[in-house]
Nanobody
């Protein structure tokens, strides 16, 4: 019902910035809660940030708070993750996710029904 496509990943030096995009289709975008997760090699998928439907309430993992900003443009059916002051520890595959149930957990993977294919972010030392 919902398709998500991430883009914008790549290689960046430590201290640099990168902007990821998540284009959504298949459902009215403004009704979706959106989130970003990431998974480094050999580690579990972890929450990065989320933005709610309607009022764009945001939450961030402590590890990225103050450095990453999640936003959405409902007119463009797109969510974004602006990453600044990047560290080698930010290296991971970044996934966009969407939920339709406002009662579902907002910071846990199992709260999201739809997932993109992921985009690789690599931060060099």
């Amino acid at each position: 019902q919902v398709q998500l496509v991430e883009s914008g990943g790549g290689l960046v030096q430590a201290g640099g910035s990168l902007r990821l995009s998540c284009a959504a289709s298949g459902r009215t975008f403004s009704t979706l809660g959106m989130a970003w997760f990431r998974q480094a090699t050999g580690k579990e998928r972890e929450f990065v940030g989320r933005i709610s439907r309607f009022y764009s309430i945001t939450n961030y993992a402590d590890s990225v708070k103050g450095r990453f900003t999640i936003s959405r443009d409902n007119a463009k059916n797109t969510a974004y993750l602006q990453m600044s002051s990047l560290k080698p520890g930010d290296t991971a595959v970044y996934y966009c996710a969407a939920q339709t149930d406002p009662g579902a957990p907002a910071t846990l993977s199992n709260g999201y029904q739809y997932w993109g294919q992921g985009t690789q972010v690599t931060v060099s030392s």
